[in-house]
C-alpha cells in the first residue's frame, strides 16, 4: 500500500529516498534546466531541495491544468500550489518553516523566469512568517521565568514595539539577583523593595565607574516598572514604586554633522558595493535631501510618491504627513526606482521592498548605512539620524526660515528646532580663531 508520508525536509517519501538521482532531466522543459544550471554553485543538498521543488511544481501542475509549457504558466497555478503547502502547515504535516522555505523556493525559480522574460506576471507568496510566535520561542528558550514571559506576551498583545528590549532589561535585573544570591521565590523577591534598593545602589556604582549612562539606568527601572504595573493588574492591595529622582533624566540630545564630502563617500559606497544599488541609493538621498526619520521611509508607499509635482508624502506618529519636493537629482533616482518597483504585484502597497518583496523595516534602513560605515571607517560613524541633524544644521545655517525648516523636518515643537539652532552657531564658533586677527591694530600704545 502507498504511503505519503512527509519527510522532515516537508516532501513526500518518493522525493528523498536515495535511489532518485539526478537524472531525470528528460522530464524538465528547458527553462528548469537552465534554472538548475544557474544555482549549481550551491552545496549538494540545496540543490537537490531546489530539483525536488520545482519537479512536484510541474508534477503539481501538470496534473491540475495539464499545462507542460513554461510559457502557458499563470499565476493562479502558482497560488493553487502555495494552496497545498498551506494545507499542510495548517494540518501539521510539516512546519511553518519548511513551508516557508519550500514556497521561497518557487519563488526564486519565477524569479528568474521573470528576468528571462518567460512569464508575464510576479509572484509574492501570501504565508504569514507568524513574527509573534517566533518570539515568544526564542524568549523561552533562554530560561526566562515564566512570569516575564507572560509579561512579554502581554506586551506583544498591547502592540508594544521592542520587545525583545524590554526582554534584556528585566533579564538584567533578573541575573543581578541571581548572581547575588538574592532570589529564593521569584514572585515576591523579584519585586521586594529591599533587591529594588540594592539595584538602585548597583546602578548608581555604574554610573560613577562611567560604564553605564544615567539615561540608560533609567530604562532599565523604566521596564522594572513597567512589569511591577502588570504585576498590580486586578490586585487589591498594589505593590508601589516610583522611580528615584536621581535616574530621571532626559538622555543627552546629540547633534552629529557629517562633512559634505563624507556624505559624497556614503553614497558612493552605497552605489558600488550595494546589492540593491537603485533602492539603496533612493532611500540614502531621501534621508539627505529632506532629513526625514528611517520610520517615515518604511511607511511610504507607492502613492507617497507624486510624479507630476516631483513631491513624496512622509508620515509618522509623531510628525503626521507632510510633502516635500525633492531635487531633481534624487529624484530622477526615486522616479527609476519607482518604475521598477511598479512592476512588483503583490499584496503589499510598501514602495521600498526586502528581497523576499516584503517591507524593508527600521533594521533594514540602518543597515545600509551601517555596511557602507564599516567598509569605509571600520565602525559605525554616521548614522541617519546624523544625516537628518546635518541636514537640519545646514537648512538653519543657510539663513531658511526657522519655522519652515521646522515644519520641513516634521518637529511638532519650535523647540526641538532650537537645539538645532543653538549647536549649529556653538560649532560655527567652534571654527572660529579664539582672538580677532586684527585686535593688535586697535590697541592703546
Do not use: W
Not at 544557474?38 to 540545496?46: Q, R, Y
Not at 521543488?53 to 509549457?69: A, P, R
Not at 556604582?205 to 493588574?233: M, T
Request: charged share 25%.
Amino acid at each position: 500500500m502507498e504511503t505519503n508520508l512527509i519527510n522532515k525536509q516537508g516532501y513526500y517519501d518518493d522525493f528523498s529516498q536515495p535511489e532518485i538521482k539526478l537524472n531525470n532531466f528528460h522530464e524538465f522543459p528547458v527553462e528548469y534546466l537552465d534554472f538548475l544550471d544557474s544555482i549549481s554553485n550551491l552545496k549538494v543538498g540545496t540543490y537537490r531541495l531546489y530539483f525536488y521543488e520545482l519537479k512536484k511544481l510541474f508534477s503539481f501542475i501538470k496534473e491540475q491544468f495539464n499545462i507542460t509549457e513554461i510559457n502557458d504558466f499563470k499565476l493562479e497555478f502558482i497560488t493553487s500550489f502555495e494552496q497545498v503547502i498551506k494545507q499542510a502547515i495548517d494540518t501539521n504535516k510539516i512546519t511553518r518553516r519548511i513551508g516557508i522555505s519550500r514556497i521561497r523556493r518557487v519563488q526564486s525559480f519565477l524569479k528568474f523566469l521573470s528576468t528571462q522574460n518567460k512569464i508575464s506576471f510576479i509572484y509574492q507568496h501570501n504565508i504569514p512568517i507568524n513574527a509573534k510566535d517566533k518570539n515568544m520561542r526564542r524568549f523561552e528558550n533562554k530560561n526566562v521565568p515564566s512570569k516575564i514571559i507572560e509579561f512579554l506576551k502581554d506586551l506583544e498583545n498591547r502592540n508594544y514595539s521592542n520587545v525583545n528590549y524590554y526582554q534584556k532589561r528585566l533579564l538584567y535585573y533578573y541575573k543581578f539577583l541571581l548572581q547575588n544570591n538574592y532570589l529564593s521565590d521569584f514572585n515576591t523577591d523579584y519585586i521586594a523593595s529591599e533587591n529594588l534598593e540594592r539595584f538602585h545602589y548597583y546602578l548608581d556604582h555604574k554610573v560613577n565607574l562611567e560604564n553605564l549612562e544615567r539615561s540608560s539606568a533609567l530604562l532599565y527601572l523604566r521596564a522594572i516598572k513597567l512589569y511591577i504595573e502588570y504585576v498590580n493588574r486586578g490586585k487589591v492591595y498594589k505593590e508601589s514604586y516610583t522611580i528615584p529622582e536621581r535616574f530621571r533624566v532626559k538622555a543627552n540630545r546629540s547633534n552629529e554633522y557629517v562633512p559634505s564630502q563624507e556624505i559624497v563617500r556614503i553614497l558612493q559606497n552605497i552605489s558600488n558595493h550595494s546589492k540593491y544599488p537603485l533602492r539603496d541609493i533612493s532611500i540614502a538621498l531621501l534621508v539627505i535631501d529632506t532629513g526625514c526619520r528611517p520610520i517615515e521611509i518604511i511607511n511610504m508607499e507607492m502613492e507617497s510618491v507624486l510624479i507630476s509635482e516631483r513631491c513624496v508624502l512622509l508620515k509618522s506618529k509623531k510628525s503626521g504627513q507632510r510633502k516635500l519636493k525633492i531635487n531633481p537629482f534624487a529624484f530622477s533616482y526615486l522616479y527609476e526606482y519607482f518604475k521598477q518597483r511598479s512592476r512588483i504585484i503583490g499584496q503589499h502597497s510598501a514602495l521600498f521592498l526586502n528581497k523576499y518583496n516584503k517591507p524593508l523595516n527600521i533594521n533594514a534602513i540602518n543597515s545600509i548605512f551601517y555596511k557602507a560605515n564599516l567598509r569605509l571607517y571600520k565602525a559605525s560613524k554616521y548614522s541617519p539620524k546624523a544625516l537628518r541633524h546635518s541636514y537640519i544644521t545646514n537648512a538653519l545655517d543657510n539663513n531658511n526660515s526657522f519655522e519652515q525648516v521646522s515644519k520641513a523636518v516634521g518637529h511638532k515643537h519650535f523647540v526641538s528646532t532650537l537645539i538645532y539652532l543653538e549647536r549649529s552657531t556653538k560649532r560655527l564658533l567652534s571654527n572660529s580663531l579664539p582672538h580677532d586677527p586684527y585686535e593688535y591694530l586697535f590697541k592703546e600704545e
